[in-house]
């Protein structure tokens, strides 16, 4: 069994670095921002090539990070944070009553964690409804699977893949906002361990989680490159 991940609160100790989010998680989100981003403004700037091929990496990506959540290290694990209702509302409450102040969460707190299914799953469902689209006033604006519906249930795809977008980037801004609020009001920078992996802390009792192979991450992303590939030119 790998470490807990429970919060800790810290003991004075020379402080010490550990790894808490391994490289191929790191990249996942970095790349995902970037992806979302160029989709985005792709669209709206009707480059159809652009935005279908975006929203196709988009998919990889997002499927890796759902393969990783199973086999990736201790923090990328969805059994490590993916928490229910109640543990959710119990972790807020104490986060309004200031009981969550000096205390660490080694990867996502309960919170977050559903705040990462919601926009894994918002991604998902965006980009698999676009494989669907087919914009009526645009024939480049074509999702990859759109041929195997009739052309005015494609079309209505399209709209619902729109509408959802918004929906999607709601939750991205909430989501860029709640970080700045735990930055700028709680003083906690989840950002700077999002860039460089590691957290400093002071708690000598704690684990340093594991962290997920490089090259297995390589590995699921071969496989799933090449499945997706195969699937999106043989339907
Ligand atoms: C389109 C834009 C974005 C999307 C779709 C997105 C999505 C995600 C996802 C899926 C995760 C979970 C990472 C994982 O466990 O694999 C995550 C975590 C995180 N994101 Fe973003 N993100 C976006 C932009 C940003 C931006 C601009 C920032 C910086 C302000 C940011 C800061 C973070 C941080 C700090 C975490 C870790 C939170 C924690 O410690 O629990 N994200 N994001």
């Not at 914009?135 to 893949?161: K, R």
């Not at 361990?193 to 390589?218: C, F, H, N, Y």
Request: net charge neutral.
């Amino acid at each position: 069994m790998g470490p807990s991940l429970n919060q800790s609160t810290p003991s004075e100790h020379p402080p010490r670095t550990i790894r808490i989010w391994d490289l191929p998680t790191r990249i996942f989100h970095w790349l995902l921002a970037v992806l979302f981003a160029v989709a985005w403004i792709s669209g709206e700037m009707e480059l159809a090539w652009l935005h279908v091929r975006s929203g196709e990496a988009m998919l990889g990506l997002l499927l890796f990070r759902i393969a990783w959540g199973f086999v990736g290290g201790d923090t990328a694990l969805f059994h490590n944070f993916v928490r229910g209702p109640q543990k959710i509302r119990r972790y807020l409450h104490a986060l309004a009553t200031g009981e969550t102040k000096g205390t660490l969460h080694v990867g996502h707190n309960p919170a977050g964690g559903a705040m990462v299914m919601a926009l894994i799953t918002g991604c998902l469902l965006a980009v698999g409804l676009g494989l669907f689209s087919q914009e009526d006033d645009d024939p480049l604006f074509t999702g990859a699977l759109a041929h195997l519906l009739p052309q005015n249930y494609a079309e209505l795809v399209a709209e619902i893949h729109e509408g959802w977008f918004g929906i999607v980037a709601a939750l991205v801004a909430l989501h860029v906002a709640v970080n700045l609020f735990y930055l700028l009001v709680l003083d906690n920078n989840l950002i700077r361990p999002m860039i460089s992996g590691s957290i400093i802390v002071k708690d000598s009792t704690l684990q340093e989680p594991r962290m997920g192979k490089t090259w297995k991450a390589l590995l699921v992303a071969a496989l799933i490159g090449a499945g997706l590939y195969a699937g999106l030119n043989s339907l």
